[in-house]
């Protein structure tokens, strides 16, 4: 299955979070790697989208999408971390 990359997660985590999460790094609560959020393998189905760990393929971050509801996931992360607090 071809994967594209957390840019794809933008629009769902606006309407979720209310902001753009991509230049964020998570980190994985597997391996314990830290990437931005933008670097994660996204895998794309009618369902949702999967996002996994580019260092360990551990899924960090699940978006479903049903009954015209959005929902989110994120036990694969161990943190995520804005670069800069302002
Ligand atoms: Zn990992």
């Known amino acids: 299955m071809q994967h594209v ?3 794809a997660l933008a629009g769902a985590f606006a309407d979720l979070f209310g902001a753009d999460l991509t230049g964020m790094l998570a980190s994985c609560a597997e391996c314990g790697a830290r990437a931005p959020v933008a670097g994660l393998m996204v895998y794309r189905t009618a369902m949702g989208s999967v ?3 580019g260092h360990c393929d551990a899924v960090l971050v699940v978006i479903a ?7 989110a996931s994120l036990t694969g992360l161990r943190a995520l971390e804005a670069s800069q607090v302002q």
């Open 5 to 7: 990359d957390g840019n």
């Open 51 to 53: 996002g996994r760990c």
């Open 65 to 71: 999408e049903r009954s015209g509801r959005r929902l």
